[in-house]
C-alpha cells in the first residue's frame, strides 16, 4: 500500500512538473525567443535573390533615383509576420492591411518570398520605389505569428490569423542618418511582448489555458483512482481479518461417535452357522456330480483324423502328387489315439518356428507351376490348421461355461451321459455356425 501511494504521488509530481515547465516556456520563454524582422534599404531596384542579409544602408539618398525597400525574418519553420501599414515620411500609407500595396508614381512593385517554411529559409518582402525627397523615413506596424507559413501571399489570401499567438514589432527607420524613435532599435534587439488581445486571457495563450486545465483534471483523476484503489485495499484487508477471527472463534466440534462392540471372530449367530452348512452341502454335491460321470469330450467320439504332411526342403520332386506316397501320420482326437513323439516333436518345432517368424516352408519343384502349386497346398493347410485352433478354443471358451452353468444348476436328477454329449454337440454345431 505505501509502494502505491508512493507511485501515485511520484506521477502527480510529474505532471505537475511537466506544466509548470510548459507553462514557463510559453509565457517566459517564448518571449527571448520570437524572432525580429530587420528593415533595410538598397540602392536600385534588386530581386529576391539579391544582396541577402545585408542589415544597414551607409549610402545617400536622391530624388529621382530607384532604391528598394527590405523587411525580412528567419526562423519561418515555427514564426510568420505580415504588414499591417506602412506610412512613408509620415504621410502616405504604401501598405495597408495584410501587406497589400497601394501603387502610384513613387511605389511601383511589391516582391514576397514564397515556399520559406523549411528550417533555415527567409522570408523576405521587396517594395520598389523612386524617391520623392532626400529623406527616407519609413514607420512600419508588423506582427509577428507563431506559425508555420500561415501568412504566405496575405494579400491575396487574407488568411484569419485570431487563433495563433501573435507579437507586435514597430519598425521606425530614416535614411540618411538615424531612426527617429532612439528607444526602438533598428535591426535585431530585444524580446518580443506578448499581444494582449481578444484571444488572450492575463497575457497566457487559450492553448496554456486548455493545457492546464487538462492537467489539472488528470491529476483529480489519478487521486480519485488513489484513494478508491486505498479504500478498496482496506476493505477487503479487514474483511479478511474478520473471515480469520470467526474462523479461530467458531462453535466447538462435535463430540465424537462412540465405535460399535466389535464381536470376536469364533463367535458365530445362528444364521451364519446355517448358511455355512448349506455352501458345504452344495460343494459337496457338485463335487460329487463331477466326479461320478465321465467328462464330456472335445469332439465327437466318431475318430476324426487330421494329416500332417511333413515335407522335406532339399528333396526335389517329380510329381505333384509324389508328395501323397509319403508316409502320413494320423492324429486321432477320440477316445483312443497314437502319437508318434519323436516325429510330433520334430513338426510342432518347425511350426512353433514358423509361426514365430511368421514364414511359410518353401519347396522346391520341376517347374515354376510345380513349385506355385506346392506352395499354395501349404498355405491352404496353415491356415486350415489356424482355423482349426481357433475353432477348438472357442468350443473349450463354450465348454467352459457350459460346466459353469452346469455347476451352478441344481438338476432334480442327474443328467445322463447323452444329454451332455448332446448339448456338447448343439454347441459345436452354434459355435460353427458363427
Known amino acids: 500500500m505505501v509502494s502505491m501511494t508512493h507511485g501515485l504521488l511520484f ?42 542579409m545585408i542589415t544597414e544602408y551607409s549610402g545617400t539618398v536622391q530624388t529621382g533615383q530607384p532604391y528598394t525597400l527590405d523587411i525580412y525574418m528567419g526562423n519561418t519553420d515555427r514564426y510568420d509576420y505580415v504588414i499591417e501599414r506602412c506610412l512613408y515620411n509620415t504621410r502616405s500609407a504604401f501598405l495597408d492591411n495584410y501587406g497589400c500595396l497601394r501603387r502610384d508614381n513613387v511605389f511601383l512593385q511589391k516582391w514576397e518570398t514564397s515556399d520559406y517554411t523549411i528550417p533555415g529559409a527567409l522570408k523576405r518582402t521587396l517594395v520598389h520605389f523612386v524617391a520623392a525627397e532626400p529623406i527616407v523615413n519609413f514607420d512600419c506596424q508588423i506582427k509577428v505569428i507563431e506559425c508555420c507559413g500561415c501568412a504566405e501571399a496575405s494579400c491575396e489570401r487574407q488568411p484569419p490569423l485570431t487563433y495563433y499567438p501573435v507579437y507586435p514589432v514597430p519598425l521606425v527607420c530614416t535614411w540618411p542618418g538615424t531612426m527617429q524613435q532612439p528607444g526602438t532599435p533598428i535591426g535585431g534587439g530585444s ?40 479504500l478498496a485495499r482496506r476493505n477487503k484487508k479487514k474483511k479478511n481479518t474478520t473471515m480469520l477471527v470467526k474462523t479461530a472463534t467458531g462453535p466447538p466440534p462435535p463430540p465424537p461417535i462412540a465405535p460399535k462392540p466389535k464381536m470376536e471372530a469364533t463367535v458365530q449367530t445362528v444364521p451364519e452357522t446355517r448358511q455355512a452348512s448349506q455352501q458345504v452341502n452344495l460343494d459337496t454335491s457338485i463335487r460329487r456330480q463331477t466326479t461320478h460321470h465321465a467328462e464330456i469330450p472335445l469332439t465327437d467320439t466318431k475318430p476324426r483324423q487330421v494329416i500332417h504332411t511333413i515335407y522335406d526342403e532339399d528333396l526335389v520332386l517329380d510329381d505333384h502328387h509324389h508328395g501323397a506316397s509319403q508316409p502320413d501320420h494320423y492324429i486321432n482326437f477320440g477316445a483312443d489315439f497314437e502319437h508318434d513323439y519323436e516325429h510330433q516333436h520334430q513338426h510342432q ?48 471358451s463354450h465348454l467352459a461355461e457350459h460346466r459353469e452353468r452346469r455347476e451352478l444348476r441344481h438338476y432334480e436328477v442327474e443328467p445322463t451321459v447323452e444329454t451332455l454329449r448332446e448339448e456338447t454337440i448343439h454347441t459345436m454345431r452354434q459355435t460353427s455356425a458363427i
Request: net charge neutral.
Open 11 to 52: 506521477c502527480i509530481s510529474i505532471l505537475l512538473v511537466q506544466f509548470g515547465d510548459v507553462f514557463a516556456f510559453g509565457y517566459y520563454g517564448e518571449q527571448g525567443t520570437v524572432p525580429r524582422p530587420i528593415m533595410t534599404l538598397h540602392s536600385g531596384h534588386i530581386g529576391l535573390s539579391d544582396q541577402l
Open 191 to 230: 524580446a518580443v511582448g506578448f499581444y494582449r488581445g481578444n484571444n488572450f486571457w492575463g497575457g497566457i495563450p487559450w492553448w496554456l489555458w486548455l493545457l492546464l486545465l487538462i492537467l489539472l483534471i488528470l491529476a483529480i483523476l489519478l487521486c480519485c483512482c488513489g484513494i478508491c484503489f486505498l
Open 349 to 396: 518345432h518347425r511350426e512353433r518356428d514358423y509361426h514365430k517368424y511368421g514364414a511359410v516352408p518353401v519347396h522346391r519343384g520341376n517347374s515354376l507351376q510345380q513349385q506355385y502349386e506346392l506352395q499354395s497346398e501349404i498355405e491352404s493347410r496353415l491356415r486350415r490348421d489356424q482355423e482349426r485352433q481357433n475353432l477348438e478354443h472357442r468350443i473349450e
